[in-house]
C-alpha cells in the first residue's frame, strides 16, 4: 500500500495542521510519545462507525491525511474500516470470529506438519542433511523510487487476520468482548510509552477502562452527565426575605412557591422539569416502576438505595406530597424555560451555558451534579485486539489521537477547506456532508475544535463540568432481567401501570387516603415482596431476587470496614 495525497488534499491539509499547532501549541510537546522506535514500515487498522452520508471518498481523503502524519511520526499508515452503527457490531464480531478459525486453521496444519515430520524422522525416512523449511526472515522496510529517483517508504497491505485499533459504544460490547479475551492489556503501554493520556484524560475515565484489574480500554474523554440546575427569581426571593443559601432543594422552596402563587400573578410560581431528582427506576430501560429508590440529590456512590416500593420511600412520598400540592393550586406551569420568562422557580438539566442567560433575574443553585452511568461513561472507547500486528505501535496511534488535536480533528470533522472551516471564533462549521463522525467515537473530545453550534469555550468548561462530576450511587450495578423471574417482573411492571395512572388522578386532599391504601395492596403483594427480597426463598429456580442481587452488589462494592 503506498500512499500519496493529492496536491489540492495536501495543500489543504498542511493548511490546517498549521493552523492547529498555532491554535493548540501546548499540545506540541510530544515527550510521553513515539519513546520505542520502531523501524519497519507498517499498516494499522481502526475499526470505526460513520455518519449517516459519508462517502468512501471522503473516508480515502481523511484516511490519506491521517497516514501523512501517522507516517512521519510512527512509520506507521493507517487503514479506517468505518460502518454505519447498524453494521458495526456484526461486522466487527464477524470479522473476529474469521480472524480467529484462520489462525485455528493455520495452527491445526502447523500441528499436522509437525506431527508429519516427526513421524516421518521416526521412520528414517528424512534425510538428516536436509535443511528445514522454516527459515527467520528479517523484516526491512521496502522501498520504492518516486518520479524524482528518492527513495520511498512502501506500506504493507493489512493482513487477512490482523484487527488493531477498534471502538466499543457501551459497556456490554465492552464485557462481551472481555470475555472472548480479544483486548489486549494496555497497563504496561500506560506506565511507558502512553503515560501521555494520564495527564489528558479524567482519572475516573481513564480507570473505568479495567477489567478485573487489567486497562482494557481508553475511554474517550467526553463531557460526562448534566447538571441540574434550580432558578430562583432574585426580585422574588429578596421581596420575601428567602435566603437562597437555604433553599437548596425543591422541597426547601415549597413556602416560597406559595408566596409567589399567592402574591405574585404575573409569575408562574414553578416551571421546568419538576421530576423527582435523584429517582431511581429498577426496570431494564429506566421507564417508571413501583420498584425504585429516591436518593437525596447529592448522594454518591457508596450510598444504598436498595430496589423498594416507593410507597416505603420518604423522600418519594414527601416530594409527591409538594407536586399534588402544587397541582392542586394551579402553581406548576410548562416543562421549557426561556431567558425572558417570568417565574419563582424553575428547575433546568443540561450545562451551565444553558443558565448563564438567567443570571441576571435569577439565583442559580446546583440542585445536584453530574452523575457518571455506566451508560453515559462507556458510549465511546478504544481498544487494541490481541489480533493486533502490534500493540506498542497501536497504542502509539491511540495516545496521539487522544493527545493532539492535527490527527484528532481530521478523524472527527475530516479535511478542513474540504468538509469543515472555522469561524472568527475557531469553531468548526461544517462545508460538507459527505464526512459525519461523532465526537464521542473519535477520541478525546477535549483536544478537537468545538464542533459546530458551540462556542469557543466549551471544552474548557466541559472540563470543569467533568471535575465537579460524581459516581451515580448506581455506578456499577447491572440490572439484568435474565437473572429474574419473568413471572415477578412482569407482575411489577402491571402493577406500576396502574399504579401511576391512579396517581395521575390523585387530588392532594385524596393523596394521604390513597398512598395509605395502596401500601397495604403492595404489603399483601406477593409478586413484588418477592421481587424486593433481600434473601432467595426459592433456591430450586435460577432466579434470584433483586432485592438480593442489590444487596450482593452493594456488600462487594461497598464492604463494610
Same mark, same amino acid.
Given at each position: 500500500?503506498?500512499?500519496?495525497?493529492?496536491? =489540492?488534499?495536501?495543500?489543504?491539509?498542511?493548511?490546517?495542521? =498549521?493552523?492547529?499547532?498555532? =491554535?493548540?501549541?501546548?499540545?506540541?510537546?510530544?515527550?510521553?510519545?513515539?519513546?520505542?522506535?520502531?523501524?519497519?514500515?507498517?499498516?494499522?487498522?481502526?475499526?470505526?462507525?460513520? &455518519?449517516?452520508?459519508?462517502?468512501?471518498?471522503?473516508?480515502?481523503?481523511?484516511?490519506?491525511?491521517?497516514?501523512?502524519?501517522?507516517?512521519?511520526?510512527?512509520?506507521? @499508515?493507517?487503514?479506517?474500516?468505518?460502518?454505519?452503527?447498524?453494521?458495526?457490531?456484526?461486522?466487527?464480531?464477524?470479522?473476529?470470529?474469521?480472524?480467529?478459525?484462520?489462525?485455528?486453521?493455520? =495452527? $491445526?496444519?502447523?500441528? $499436522?506438519?509437525?506431527? $508429519?515430520?516427526?513421524?516421518?524422522?521416526?521412520?528414517?525416512?528424512?534425510?538428516?542433511?536436509?535443511?528445514?523449511?522454516?527459515?527467520?526472515?528479517?523484516?526491512?522496510?521496502?522501498?520504492?523510487?518516486?518520479?524524482?529517483?528518492?527513495?520511498?517508504?512502501?506500506?504493507?497491505?493489512?493482513?487477512?487476520?490482523?484487527?488493531?485499533?477498534?471502538?466499543?459504544?457501551?459497556?456490554?460490547?465492552?464485557?462481551?468482548?472481555?470475555?472472548?479475551? *480479544?483486548?489486549?492489556?494496555?497497563?504496561?503501554?500506560?506506565?511507558?510509552?502512553?503515560?501521555?493520556?494520564?495527564?489528558?484524560?479524567?482519572?475516573?475515565?481513564?480507570?473505568? &477502562?479495567?477489567?478485573?484489574?487489567?486497562?482494557?480500554?481508553?475511554?474517550?474523554?467526553?463531557?460526562?452527565?448534566?447538571?441540574?440546575?434550580?432558578?430562583?427569581?432574585?426580585?422574588?426571593?429578596?421581596? #420575601?426575605?428567602?435566603?437562597?443559601?437555604?433553599?437548596?432543594?425543591?422541597?426547601?422552596?415549597?413556602?416560597?412557591?406559595?408566596?409567589?402563587?399567592? %402574591?405574585?400573578?404575573? #409569575?408562574?410560581?414553578?416551571?421546568?422539569?419538576?421530576?423527582?431528582?435523584?429517582?431511581?427506576?429498577?426496570?431494564?430501560?429506566?421507564?417508571?416502576?413501583?420498584?425504585?429508590?429516591?436518593?437525596? !440529590?447529592?448522594?454518591?456512590?457508596?450510598?444504598?438505595?436498595? !430496589?423498594?416500593?416507593?410507597?416505603?420511600?420518604?423522600?418519594?412520598?414527601?416530594?409527591?406530597?409538594?407536586?399534588?400540592?402544587?397541582?392542586?393550586?394551579?402553581?406548576?406551569?410548562?416543562?421549557?424555560?426561556?431567558?425572558?420568562?417570568?417565574?419563582?422557580?424553575?428547575?433546568?438539566? &443540561? /450545562?451551565?451555558?444553558? *443558565?448563564?442567560?438567567?443570571?441576571? /433575574?435569577?439565583?442559580?443553585?446546583?440542585?445536584?451534579?453530574?452523575?457518571?452511568?455506566?451508560?453515559?461513561? #462507556?458510549?465511546?472507547?478504544?481498544?487494541?485486539?490481541?489480533?493486533?500486528?502490534?500493540?506498542?505501535?497501536?497504542?502509539?496511534?491511540?495516545?496521539?489521537?487522544?493527545?493532539?488535536?492535527?490527527?484528532?480533528?481530521?478523524?472527527?470533522?475530516?479535511?478542513?477547506? *474540504?468538509?469543515?472551516?472555522?469561524?472568527?471564533?475557531?469553531?468548526?462549521?461544517?462545508?460538507?456532508?459527505?464526512? %459525519?463522525?461523532?465526537?464521542?467515537?473519535?477520541?478525546?473530545?477535549?483536544?478537537?475544535? !468545538?464542533?459546530?453550534?458551540?462556542?469557543?469555550?466549551?471544552?474548557?468548561?466541559?472540563?470543569?463540568?467533568?471535575?465537579?462530576?460524581?459516581?451515580?450511587?448506581?455506578?456499577?450495578?447491572?440490572?439484568?432481567?435474565?437473572?429474574?423471574?419473568?413471572?415477578?417482573?412482569?407482575?411489577?411492571?402491571?402493577?406500576?401501570?396502574?399504579?401511576?395512572?391512579?396517581?395521575?388522578?390523585?387530588?392532594?386532599?385524596?393523596?394521604?387516603?390513597?398512598?395509605?391504601?395502596?401500601?397495604?395492596?403492595?404489603?399483601?403483594?406477593?409478586?413484588?415482596?418477592?421481587?424486593?427480597?433481600?434473601?432467595?426463598?426459592?433456591?430450586?429456580?435460577?432466579?434470584?431476587?433483586?432485592?438480593?442481587?442489590?444487596?450482593?452488589?452493594?456488600?462487594?462494592?461497598?464492604? @463494610?470496614?
Amino acid at each position: 500500500m503506498k500512499r500519496r495525497l493529492t496536491s =489540492a488534499a495536501l495543500c489543504l491539509f498542511m493548511l490546517a495542521t =498549521a493552523a492547529s499547532f498555532a =491554535a493548540c501549541g501546548q499540545e506540541d510537546d510530544l515527550s510521553g510519545v513515539g519513546e520505542e522506535q520502531i523501524d519497519s514500515a507498517m499498516t494499522l487498522n481502526i475499526y470505526g462507525i460513520k &455518519g449517516e452520508g459519508t462517502t468512501d471518498e471522503a473516508i480515502a481523503m481523511v484516511e490519506e491525511a491521517m497516514s501523512s502524519i501517522t507516517e512521519a511520526q510512527f512509520n506507521t @499508515a493507517i487503514k479506517l474500516m468505518l460502518y454505519t452503527e447498524d453494521e458495526y457490531d456484526e461486522v466487527l464480531e464477524a470479522k473476529m470470529d474469521a480472524i480467529q478459525e484462520q489462525l485455528d486453521l493455520e =495452527a $491445526a496444519e502447523a500441528e $499436522a506438519k509437525k506431527e $508429519a515430520e516427526k513421524a516421518a524422522k521416526q521412520d528414517d525416512e528424512a534425510d538428516e542433511d536436509e535443511s528445514t523449511d522454516e527459515s527467520t526472515e528479517e523484516i526491512v522496510d521496502e522501498t520504492i523510487l518516486d518520479e524524482y529517483g528518492l527513495v520511498e517508504t512502501f506500506y504493507p497491505e493489512v493482513e487477512e487476520t490482523q484487527l488493531d485499533i477498534f471502538l466499543m459504544t457501551d459497556y456490554d460490547m465492552l464485557m462481551k468482548y472481555s470475555e472472548k479475551g *480479544v483486548l489486549s492489556a494496555l497497563d504496561e503501554s500506560l506506565s511507558s510509552s502512553s503515560k501521555l493520556l494520564k495527564s489528558y484524560i479524567n482519572p475516573n475515565i481513564l480507570a473505568a &477502562g479495567k477489567v478485573n484489574g487489567s486497562t482494557v480500554a481508553i475511554l474517550n474523554n467526553q463531557m460526562i452527565g448534566e447538571y441540574t440546575f434550580m432558578l430562583l427569581n432574585r426580585e422574588l426571593i429578596d421581596k #420575601y426575605y428567602y435566603d437562597p443559601e437555604d433553599l437548596l432543594t425543591f422541597e426547601d422552596t415549597l413556602n416560597f412557591i406559595l408566596d409567589v402563587g399567592s %402574591n405574585d400573578s404575573a #409569575y408562574t410560581p414553578f416551571v421546568g422539569d419538576i421530576s423527582p431528582v435523584g429517582i431511581h427506576y429498577f426496570t431494564s430501560d429506566g421507564s417508571q416502576s413501583i420498584v425504585g429508590n429516591l436518593l437525596a !440529590p447529592d448522594a454518591v456512590g457508596g450510598t444504598n438505595g436498595a !430496589p423498594k416500593a416507593l410507597t416505603d420511600v420518604r423522600n418519594w412520598t414527601d416530594y409527591i406530597e409538594i407536586v399534588k400540592q402544587l397541582e392542586d393550586e394551579g402553581y406548576i406551569g410548562g416543562t421549557e424555560i426561556s431567558v425572558g420568562d417570568q417565574f419563582g422557580v424553575g428547575i433546568i438539566k &443540561g /450545562e451551565w451555558s444553558d *443558565v448563564e442567560g438567567f443570571e441576571e /433575574e435569577y439565583y442559580i443553585n446546583v440542585l445536584q451534579n453530574p452523575q457518571a452511568t455506566y451508560d453515559n461513561i #462507556y458510549n465511546g472507547m478504544f481498544a487494541v485486539s490481541t489480533y493486533t500486528k502490534s500493540l506498542a505501535r497501536s497504542m502509539e496511534i491511540v495516545t496521539y489521537l487522544n493527545t493532539r488535536s492535527d490527527l484528532r480533528n481530521l478523524f472527527a470533522y475530516g479535511v478542513q477547506g *474540504v468538509h469543515y472551516e472555522l469561524d472568527d471564533n475557531g469553531v468548526v462549521v461544517k462545508l460538507s456532508d459527505d464526512y %459525519n463522525m461523532k465526537l464521542e467515537y473519535t477520541g478525546n473530545s477535549f483536544v478537537a475544535y !468545538p464542533p459546530e453550534g458551540s462556542y469557543p469555550e466549551v471544552w474548557e468548561d466541559a472540563k470543569q463540568h467533568n471535575l465537579d462530576m460524581v459516581l451515580s450511587p448506581y455506578y456499577g450495578f447491572i440490572y439484568d432481567e435474565t437473572l429474574l423471574d419473568p413471572a415477578l417482573v412482569s407482575a411489577a411492571a402491571d402493577f406500576s401501570e396502574d399504579f401511576f395512572a391512579e396517581l395521575e388522578d390523585v387530588t392532594y386532599a385524596e393523596l394521604e387516603e390513597w398512598l395509605d391504601t395502596i401500601s397495604e395492596e403492595i404489603d399483601d403483594n406477593d409478586d413484588i415482596q418477592a421481587l424486593i427480597a433481600t434473601t432467595d426463598e426459592d433456591t430450586e429456580d435460577e432466579y434470584e431476587p433483586l432485592g438480593k442481587l442489590y444487596a450482593d452488589w452493594f456488600a462487594s462494592a461497598y464492604p @463494610a470496614t
